[in-house]
């Protein structure tokens, strides 16, 4: 089992709508979840991070974490069509002190 | 400007022949890290430092090693390249280990014929 998964899509999506990315890990000792985007090309950027249980809202971008399921998720509303790239899931493990990405999921808006 | 800078950008070597890629931020980071991206592969970990002379292996640190002499560099170094070593790899720095954000850099790309 990997120790983060994501589903590698591409996810689709039109233009204004929501957006929803999974995320599943397996190390029950994580301590801190991030999502980050890449466009092709170029390198990750942080998008928000989340540590308690429940949703985190940043303007479009809402985390939430289910740390019993082990599950983490991005809603990106009204998706625009700059909104197409990889996003990237990525969790820390104190105990380790590293940081663990899954192979993430691409998204496509469209007009 | 706050950065992660990585020298070269782009690199085509030779099996066995040395090379360094160099990273410097310039926010007086505690922890750095590298990381391969491969396709299909993600983002793997290969190295970490948690401050001035405290490194750690990530999940593939075979063929890499790494110094932390400085608090704002941290070199990664493959002593005898090989073509499985071809790859993106990305230097990225944060204040503290998984509490913050976490900046990379713009990316090297290494080609081992």
């Known amino acids: 089992q990997k120790e983060v998964e994501q589903n590698s899509g591409p996810l689709s999506v039109p233009e204004g709508a929501i957006a929803s990315l999974n995320c599943t890990y397996s190390?029950?000792?994580?301590?801190?979840f991030f999502w980050y985007r890449q466009y092709s090309g170029k390198s990750p950027e942080l998008i928000m991070f989340?540590?308690?249980?429940g949703d985190k809202e940043d303007g479009r971008f809402t985390a939430q974490l289910n740390k019993a399921s082990q599950y983490v998720s991005l809603l990106i509303r009204d998706s625009q069509p700059s909104d197409s790239a990889t996003y990237l899931c990525?969790?820390?493990?104190?105990?380790?002190?590293?940081?663990?990405f899954g192979t993430g999921t691409q998204l496509k808006v469209e007009l | 400007e706050a950065q992660v800078t990585q020298n070269p950008r782009y690199l085509i070597t030779v099996t066995g022949k040395k090379l360094t890629v160099t990273c410097s931020q310039n926010?007086?980071?505690?922890?750095m890290s590298w990381y391969r991206q491969d396709p299909g592969l993600g983002l793997r970990q290969i190295y970490y430092?948690?401050?001035?002379?405290?490194?750690d292996k990530g999940d593939v640190p075979e063929g890499y090693k790494v110094s932390r002499k400085e608090k704002r560099n941290f070199p990664l170094i493959l002593e005898s390249p090989s073509p499985n070593q071809t790859s993106l790899y990305f230097c990225a720095s944060s204040r503290l280990a998984g509490v913050d954000t976490q900046y990379f850099g713009p990316g090297t790309r290494l080609t081992v014929l």
């Open positions: 430092s948690m401050n001035v002379e405290v490194t």
């Open positions: 926010m007086n980071h505690e922890y």
């Open positions: 990525a969790v820390f493990t104190g105990g380790g002190n590293k940081l663990t």
């Open positions: 989340i540590y308690s249980n």
């Open positions: 190390d029950r000792g994580s301590q801190s």
